[in-house]
T-cell receptor, first 115, second 112 residues
Framework: GESVGLHLPTLSVQEGDNSIINCAYSNSASDYFIWYKQESGKGPQFIIDIRSNMDKRQGQRVTVLLNKTVKHLSLQIAATQPGDSAVYFCAENGEFSGGYNKLIFGAGTRLAVHP | NAGVTQTPKFQVLKTGQSMTLQCAQDMNHEYMSWYRQDPGMGLRLIHYSVGAGITDQGEVPNGYNVSRSTTEDFPLRLLSAAPSQTSVYFC???????????FGSGTQLSVL
């Protein structure tokens, strides 16, 4: 079976509550950050991104907050739904090579939504 | 609108066997990459390519080879599979100047 997600920190929330998933990043020089959602058996899907010249960005039911002082990123999901149950990854841009920044991913957080 | 397509979805190998994981994208993206995903370790970069004929190593390249003969395809080869290569493998791509990666659905590989 699917082994992705074992040993991950888990956030359990009730359906309808707001969820906050946190991420600490490592490089103070990183200027781009991104959140992905990964459902069981699927590849990561883009949720929202933010550049370092912003401290907040909103999407549909999601908000990303960036605190550069403490190198912290958070993803807020409003009115969490069962379909939000997944593993969530943050990533920062890393080494610049050949015209591309290589994304560096965190270990992920599992969000479990209970009815 | 296929995006990034990976085959096979599941594979079981014996130690020492070789195989190729296929990745194709139809978005004309120059950048393509391979990641492996292990429990509790996030996604780690194996190899990447910034265009046809250009490849480079990522964080965990040992035991894997790649080539990029066309813009569309970026196969990952395991020449002699080892149990340590049991993992879920993801291919991803992006257009020039865009950091956001578009991922395939993954290949779950087990090496016995």
């Amino acid at each position: 079976g699917e082994s992705v997600g074992l040993h991950l920190p888990t956030l359990s929330v009730q359906e309808g509550d707001n969820s906050i998933i946190n991420c600490a990043y490592s490089n103070s020089a990183s200027d781009y950050f991104i959140w992905y959602k990964q459902e069981s058996g699927k590849g990561p899907q883009f949720i929202i991104d933010i550049r370092s010249n912003m401290d907040k960005r909103q999407g549909q039911r999601v908000t990303v907050l960036l605190n550069k002082t403490v190198k912290h990123l958070s993803l807020q999901i409003a009115a969490t739904q069962p379909g939000d149950s997944a593993v969530y990854f943050c990533a920062e841009n890393g080494e610049f090579s050949g015209g591309y920044n290589k994304l560096i991913f965190g270990a992920g957080t599992r969000l479990a939504v209970h009815p | 609108n296929a995006g990034v397509t990976q085959t096979p979805k599941f594979q079981v190998l014996k130690t020492g066997q070789s195989m190729t994981l296929q990745c194709a994208q139809d978005m004309n993206h120059e950048y393509m990459s391979w990641y492996r995903q292990d429990p509790g370790m996030g996604l780690r970069l194996i190899h990447y390519s910034v265009g046809a004929g250009i490849t480079d190593q990522g964080e965990v390249p040992n035991g894997y080879n790649v080539s990029r003969s066309t813009t569309e395809d970026f196969p990952l080869r395991l020449l002699s599979a080892a149990p340590s290569q049991t993992s879920v493998y993801f291919c991803a791509s992006s257009p020039p100047g865009v950091e956001k990666l578009f991922f395939g659905s993954g290949t779950q590989l087990s090496v016995l």
